[in-house]
């Protein structure tokens, strides 16, 4: 129901009464103000943040709604976003690479107007990578030595997966995945790749530095999908996914991902 801000042209908190009755004060006023919004890169993954600037500094008890769109539909709508003290977060997964609008408004406790809209915008890039890498990392994104265990890790190129479902570490061809530390032959690199849902690669004793997997495609593709599943007792509890056209100089894909460790698929592009 609209909420009725001036009688007559005259602010409602104004007006003592209407009829002779009394009228509700505070009614009236400035709406709360808009928040202003940090800059916002380009994504190759999934997950996304936004910062309200302003935050600390314009508002005591404020209400954030924010939703992205592309063009007039939403793709994240304002209960997948979460705002960590003014710093908002989602997940993207849609496919489409066209530009996305993030729109903020906020509204402080006891104001009656909400604040002007806010905009920022980004977009999904191309993925074209021939290697791929899964580093476990702590929640600032350091290198962890907690062990990291992959059941599942696959990418998709116009509905085709990659790899193919590997039976040793460079079978098929042309497919080869390695590791900076396995446990044991038992958990070897393939393992993440070979589709089973009883076996998974284990970095159990790593080092901090040597706590990665990687799974070279053969060829440079351009992938349009992908999914990760973890190990449910891992304890590195980050992630970041990175991807290469050389093996050599990697780009951040999904930068210190949050694990989710309930043996589910995460979709990471």
Known sequence: MPTINKNNGIEMADIAKINEQDVPSGGGGAATTTPTLGSMSNIYGTGQTLTITN?????TDPHVSASVFIGGTEIVSNDNITNTNG????????????TRTVKVRVQEFGDFVQSAEATATYS?????????RCRGVDSSGNNSSGHLGIRDWRYTSSGTPYPSDMTADNLPSPFVASAGHTFSSTYSPFKAFDSSTSTWWWSLTTSAANNY???DMGASYT?????????????????????????TNYTVINDTLEMDLTNSDMTIL
């Open 87 to 98: 710093v908002l977060s989602w997940s993207d997964t849609n496919g489409s690479t066209s």
């Open 55 to 59: 935050y600390s500094s314009a508002y």
């Open 124 to 132: 999904k890039l191309t993925a074209t990578f021939r290697y791929f």
């Open 223 to 247: 992938f349009d999908g992908g999914i990760i599943r973890f190990y449910s007792a891992s304890t590195a509890r980050y992630v970041t996914i990175s991807g290469s056209t050389d093996g």
């Open 213 to 215: 997997l990687d799974i």
